[in-house]
């Protein structure tokens, strides 16, 4: 299978595991074909194409068992922590603890795509006030209150403040639902003002030395709210070492998206590579398994690099991605209209730059957080993208927006005029609901007519 790179069905998939040849040493017991999530209700993965490699079996396998490993946690007497929000700095401290595991309930906002509706998440939303008018994250209202899916967390954080108005809606209403919150704030970040101290921060960015002190303050609640759920300090050298853990895993998913985003012919399909990012933010609730998958797919690529051999044609046109997207499908469509990705903002690049280790761990931690893109103006952002999209040699941009999300409003347009400014690159706004099945002709177009002006502008 590693002669020919290639997408295949889930069908193709789940033949490669079960003709999975011996030397090949036993699977984790998490790995499995996927055909049997689809009997529990995930529908779209009949209608994905997947890379068609063990790694990746195992990267699906991993994502699609997370709920599991969350309720197997529940039943061994750990910890469990839900952190809202915030992409990436909350579990890294949670994962600090012994016998803590952190996620996300943001996360529910695939599961309307994933199961294809059926999950009733988005109505139980609806009767609940938070409506069609929000992103899809809203799902995870419903995620909470029909109690299906993950079980409810022992502790729950959200960031405020310079959040998303969709988010800082949706989790007041979950409070409103009996379900507490330990609340910390993060302010909206701003550029310092002459003759401020300012502060680099790991994402590029800067800020006032005093934005960063608020926000070391507010992570210091939090510090003291994980510690009592789990009857354990946490101390600045547990931290230290969960930022290192953590480090770990953003290293080796460095590696993969630098040879994945440069590699010619493309090594790795742009579903997968999304998967893998994701794994960033909180590890699909299993540490160091999410360094191990990812470790398998960075080798798979690599032999594929190393060999010449890729998934998709020669030369295919190199997409910077910007925001994740509700329908998974849409990242196979992309590479049917001639395309590749070479680089994302999936808005947490705060979750994938590595977190400073010659700094006190909270302090580290601050600057992390606060270099979330999404806490400051567009344009901070838009220089980001422009920065990434240069590094890695981007032909051409995609916005995509989430339906009903509040920033999305203004900054496809804000991000797009950067591009087009400093790059001079083609770019698309395009908007991807959570099933696309109806808008998919139309999204092949757009990309289609992306990938031609691309095309045109290459030299003959
Ligand atoms: S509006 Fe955007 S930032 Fe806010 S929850 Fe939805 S996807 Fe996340």
Redesign the pocket.
């Given at each position: 299978m590693n002669e020919r790179p290639r997408r295949v069905s889930m069908a193709d998939l789940d033949a490669l595991c079960a003709a999975r040849p011996p030397a090949a040493g036993p699977a984790p017991a998490y790995v499995g074909p996927l055909e049997r999530h689809v009997r529990d209700g995930d529908r779209r993965l009949l209608h994905l194409e997947y890379d068609g490699s063990p790694a990746a079996l195992r990267l699906w396998s991993f994502l699609l068992t997370e709920e599991d490993r969350l309720h197997a946690a529940r039943a061994a007497g750990k910890t469990i922590v839900g952190a809202m929000?915030d992409?990436g700095t909350v579990p890294v401290m949670a994962y600090a603890l012994p016998d803590v595991v952190a996620f996300y309930p943001?996360g529910a906002?695939w599961t309307p795509c994933i199961m294809e509706l059926e999950a009733g998440l988005l109505r139980l939303a609806d009767t609940l006030g938070i409506g069609d008018a929000?992103?899809?994250?809203r799902a995870m209202l419903g995620a909470f209150v029909n109690r299906r899916h993950f079980p409810i967390p022992d502790l729950l954080t959200c960031s405020a403040g310079a959040?998303?108005?969709?988010?800082s809606a949706?989790a007041q209403r979950l409070e409103s639902l009996g379900f507490p919150i330990l609340w910390w704030e993060m302010p909206a970040r701003r550029r310092p003002d002459p003759g401020e101290t300012a502060v680099p921060l790991p994402t590029g960015f800067e800020a006032p030395a005093s934005q960063v002190a608020l926000v070391r303050s507010e992570l210091e609640r939090v510090r003291q709210a994980l510690a009592d759920a789990a009857g354990c300090d946490l101390t600045d050298a547990r931290l230290a070492s969960g930022l290192r853990r953590a480090n770990r895993v953003r290293a080796v998913l460095d590696r993969l998206r630098h040879l994945a985003y440069t590699a010619e012919p493309c090594p790795i399909p742009a579903l997968e590579m999304l998967i893998a990012e994701m794994l960033a933010i909180h590890f699909c609730s299993d540490q160091a398994e999410a360094e191990a998958v990812l470790a398998d797919l960075l080798d798979e690529v690599r032999r594929r690099a190393d060999a010449g051999k890729g998934v998709l044609q020669p030369r295919a046109v190199r997409v910077f991605w910007v925001?994740?997207v509700a329908d998974l499908r849409a990242m196979n469509v992309l590479e049917d209209c001639g395309g590749r990705l070479c680089g994302t903002e999936f808005?947490f690049c705060h979750a994938l730059d590595p977190i400073p280790q010659d700094l006190p761990p909270m302090e580290a931690l601050a600057r992390t957080a606060l270099g979330d893109p999404?806490v400051g103006p567009a344009t901070d952002r838009a220089e980001r993208i422009v920065r990434d999209a240069r590094r890695f040699g981007a032909e051409a941009v995609v916005v995509s927006r989430?339906p009903?999300?509040?920033?999305?409003a203004l900054e496809g347009a804000v991000i797009g005029e950067v591009v087009r400014r400093r790059l001079g690159l083609p770019v698309v706004e395009i908007e991807v609901p959570p099933v696309a099945d109806a808008v998919l002709p139309t999204l092949r177009t757009r990309l289609e007519a992306l990938v031609e002006a691309a095309e045109q502008r290459r030299e003959p």
């Amino acid at each position: 299978m590693n002669e020919r790179p290639r997408r295949v069905s889930m069908a193709d998939l789940d033949a490669l595991c079960a003709a999975r040849p011996p030397a090949a040493g036993p699977a984790p017991a998490y790995v499995g074909p996927l055909e049997r999530h689809v009997r529990d209700g995930d529908r779209r993965l009949l209608h994905l194409e997947y890379d068609g490699s063990p790694a990746a079996l195992r990267l699906w396998s991993f994502l699609l068992t997370e709920e599991d490993r969350l309720h197997a946690a529940r039943a061994a007497g750990k910890t469990i922590v839900g952190a809202m929000k915030d992409l990436g700095t909350v579990p890294v401290m949670a994962y600090a603890l012994p016998d803590v595991v952190a996620f996300y309930p943001d996360g529910a906002w695939w599961t309307p795509c994933i199961m294809e509706l059926e999950a009733g998440l988005l109505r139980l939303a609806d009767t609940l006030g938070i409506g069609d008018a929000f992103c899809p994250v809203r799902a995870m209202l419903g995620a909470f209150v029909n109690r299906r899916h993950f079980p409810i967390p022992d502790l729950l954080t959200c960031s405020a403040g310079a959040t998303c108005d969709d988010f800082s809606a949706i989790a007041q209403r979950l409070e409103s639902l009996g379900f507490p919150i330990l609340w910390w704030e993060m302010p909206a970040r701003r550029r310092p003002d002459p003759g401020e101290t300012a502060v680099p921060l790991p994402t590029g960015f800067e800020a006032p030395a005093s934005q960063v002190a608020l926000v070391r303050s507010e992570l210091e609640r939090v510090r003291q709210a994980l510690a009592d759920a789990a009857g354990c300090d946490l101390t600045d050298a547990r931290l230290a070492s969960g930022l290192r853990r953590a480090n770990r895993v953003r290293a080796v998913l460095d590696r993969l998206r630098h040879l994945a985003y440069t590699a010619e012919p493309c090594p790795i399909p742009a579903l997968e590579m999304l998967i893998a990012e994701m794994l960033a933010i909180h590890f699909c609730s299993d540490q160091a398994e999410a360094e191990a998958v990812l470790a398998d797919l960075l080798d798979e690529v690599r032999r594929r690099a190393d060999a010449g051999k890729g998934v998709l044609q020669p030369r295919a046109v190199r997409v910077f991605w910007v925001n994740p997207v509700a329908d998974l499908r849409a990242m196979n469509v992309l590479e049917d209209c001639g395309g590749r990705l070479c680089g994302t903002e999936f808005l947490f690049c705060h979750a994938l730059d590595p977190i400073p280790q010659d700094l006190p761990p909270m302090e580290a931690l601050a600057r992390t957080a606060l270099g979330d893109p999404m806490v400051g103006p567009a344009t901070d952002r838009a220089e980001r993208i422009v920065r990434d999209a240069r590094r890695f040699g981007a032909e051409a941009v995609v916005v995509s927006r989430i339906p009903g999300a509040s920033h999305c409003a203004l900054e496809g347009a804000v991000i797009g005029e950067v591009v087009r400014r400093r790059l001079g690159l083609p770019v698309v706004e395009i908007e991807v609901p959570p099933v696309a099945d109806a808008v998919l002709p139309t999204l092949r177009t757009r990309l289609e007519a992306l990938v031609e002006a691309a095309e045109q502008r290459r030299e003959p």
